[in-house]
């Protein structure tokens, strides 16, 4: 199986700041890899698919980047509505997933 | 706009079998374009995938869970069920039904608003 795991687990942040957060797949699963917010209880929202494919209406200051085993997620200027979890997850092998342990993102 | 809802009992007994089932509203789950799948998170913890069906009844399972869980579709009434059986306290969770989408590769796009269950006698 393959194991995913995220760093940092948790962030703290200001209104503005850059953030990075980074997924690494035990294995090179190409650019297999999905990106998702979720902010207390709530389901999950789909940000990025296929490494670096912003989903319909997700805000441009989201990106994503990565391949092989190494991926990233940016949020370039953060927003109030972005403190949240973010969890990777792999698509690697067909209608077979794996998600990140998750990165929670706090106002500093 | 499609929509997806959980339903079932929110309280299961040790050794018992967990039943949800999750509607889709909106369109239907015998589009040849989508799987569905349910995602689970226990309190305080990350996400876990579950498993997927097709409308056909194909479908894929967590390894981990992969003797315990069926996941079925119901065309008739346009939903998709869960089934885990054996359950203890480890599966309490809330438990999250949603569309898996294709392009290039799978994908979760849109998602229920979770159901809590929990697993205590």
């Known amino acids: 199986d393959i194991q995913m795991t995220q760093s940092p687990s948790s962030l703290s942040a200001s209104v503005g700041d850059r953030i990075t957060i980074t997924c690494r797949a035990s294995?090179?699963?190409?650019?297999?890899l999905n990106w998702y917010q979720q902010k207390p209880g709530k389901g999950p929202i789909l940000l990025i698919f296929a490494a670096s494919t912003l989903q319909s209406g997700v805000p441009s200051r989201f990106s994503g980047s990565g391949s092989g085993t190494d991926f990233t997620l940016t949020i370039s200027s953060l927003q109030p509505e972005d403190f949240a979890t973010y969890y990777c997850?792999?698509?690697?092998?067909?209608?077979?997933?794996?998600f990140g342990p998750g990165t929670k993102v706090d106002i500093k | 706009q499609l929509q997806l809802q959980e339903s079932g009992p929110g309280l299961v007994k040790p050794s018992e079998t967990l039943s949800l089932s999750c509607t889709v509203s909106?369109?239907?789950?015998?589009?040849?374009?989508?799987?569905w799948g349910w995602v689970r998170q226990p309190p305080g913890r990350g996400l876990e995938w579950i498993g997927s069906?097709?409308?056909?009844?194909?479908?894929y399972y967590n390894s981990a869970l992969q003797s315990r869980v069926a996941i079925s579709p119901d065309t008739s009434n346009n939903r998709f069920s869960l089934r885990l059986s054996s359950v203890t306290a480890a599966d309490t969770a809330v438990y999250y039904c949603?569309?898996?989408?294709?392009?290039?590769?799978?994908?979760?796009?849109?998602w229920g608003q979770g159901t809590l269950v929990t697993v205590s006698s």
């Open positions: 294995q090179s699963i190409g650019t297999s």
């Open positions: 069906v097709y409308y056909s009844g194909s479908a």
């Open positions: 997850q792999e698509s690697f092998h067909t209608l077979i997933f794996t």
């Open positions: 909106g369109g239907s789950i015998r589009s040849s374009s989508f799987y």
């Open positions: 949603a569309r898996i989408n294709y392009n290039y590769l799978y994908y979760f796009d849109l």
